[in-house]
T-cell receptor
Framework: GQQVMQIPQYQHVQEGEDFTTYCNSSTTLSNIQWYKQRPGGHPVFLIQLVKSGEVKKQKRLTFQFGEAKKNSSLHITATQTTDVGTYFCAGRYYGGSQGNLIFGKGTKLSVKP | DSGVTQTPKHLITATGQRVTLRCSPRSGDLSVYWYQQSLDQGLQFLIQYYNGEERAKGNILERFSAQQFPDLHSELNLSSLELGDSALYFC??????????????FGSGTRLTVV
C-alpha cells in the first residue's frame, strides 16, 4: 500500500541548533501537509504544499516539496524549547480516496535548553 | 479549543466490551475523519464521512464501525475489545475533500484503555 516514510524517528538538539525532518514517498504525491503534535496534545495543522519545488516559510520554519513531488522536508532554524513535539508529514495521493491523508510516523523533537 | 469536540476524554473498559466514541466537528466542516494513534504505529486512518455518507475507508477492523448523523456529529463504535485496541483515538474535521489549503482540525482525542 501507499506509505510515507519519515526520518529521523527521534532528534535531540541543543537549543539554538537547527533541525530537519524528511518525508519520502515511493509514488508521486498530490500534495503534502505538515502537522505538529505537542506532548499530550493533538496534531495541529501547519501547512500544505501543492506545487512541485514549492518552498514556504513560517518564521523559523521552512517547508519544501521536492521537484518530483515524492519528498518533502521541514527545517527549523535556531530551535527553541517551544519547538518540542512530534512533527508529522501527511501525503495525499492522486486517485486516492478523497480526503485520505497518509501520515508518516513522525519525528519526535526534543530541545535541551 | 480546536472547535472539534470529542467525548469522553478517557475510557477504561474490559476486554470483550463495546464502547462508543463521539465527535462533533468544527462548525461548517462537512467531513469527519477517525484516526487511531498508538505508540508504534503513528496515526492510522480508520474512516471518513462526508455530509453523512461514508467516503473513504482505511485499516478499520470489522469489529469497528462508525456513522455520521444528520447534525454531522459522528460516532465510532468499537466492539469485542481486545488489549491491542488500547490507543488514542482522534477525530478530525475539514471543510471537505481537497478543497483549499485547509488541513484537518483535530479534536483532543479519546484515550481508550482496555484491561
Amino acid at each position: 500500500g501507499q506509505q510515507v516514510m519519515q526520518i529521523p524517528q527521534y532528534q535531540h538538539v541543543q537549543e539554538g541548533e537547527d533541525f530537519t525532518t524528511y518525508c519520502n514517498s515511493s509514488t508521486t504525491l498530490s500534495n503534502i501537509q505538515w502537522y505538529k503534535q505537542r506532548p499530550g496534545g493533538h496534531p495541529v495543522f501547519l501547512i500544505q504544499l501543492v506545487k512541485s519545488g514549492e518552498v514556504k516559510k513560517q518564521k523559523r520554519l521552512t517547508f519544501q516539496f521536492g521537484e518530483a513531488k515524492k519528498n518533502s522536508s521541514l527545517h527549523i532554524t535556531a530551535t527553541q524549547t517551544t519547538d518540542v513535539g512530534t512533527y508529522f508529514c501527511a501525503g495525499r495521493y492522486y486517485g486516492g480516496s478523497q480526503g485520505n491523508l497518509i501520515f508518516g510516523k513522525g519525528t519526535k523533537l526534543s530541545v535541551k535548553p | 479549543d480546536s472547535g472539534v469536540t470529542q467525548t469522553p476524554k478517557h475510557l477504561i473498559t474490559a476486554t470483550g466490551q463495546r464502547v462508543t466514541l463521539r465527535c462533533s466537528p468544527r462548525s461548517g466542516d462537512l467531513s469527519v475523519y477517525w484516526y487511531q494513534q498508538s505508540l508504534d504505529q503513528g496515526l492510522q486512518f480508520l474512516i471518513q464521512y462526508y455530509n453523512g455518507e461514508e467516503r473513504a475507508k482505511g485499516n478499520i477492523l470489522e469489529r469497528f464501525s462508525a456513522q455520521q448523523f444528520p447534525d454531522l456529529h459522528s460516532e465510532l463504535n468499537l466492539s469485542s475489545l481486545e488489549l491491542g485496541d488500547s490507543a488514542l483515538y482522534f477525530c478530525a474535521s475539514s471543510v471537505g475533500g481537497d478543497r483549499g489549503p485547509y488541513g484537518y482540525t483535530f479534536g483532543s482525542g479519546t484515550r481508550l484503555t482496555v484491561v
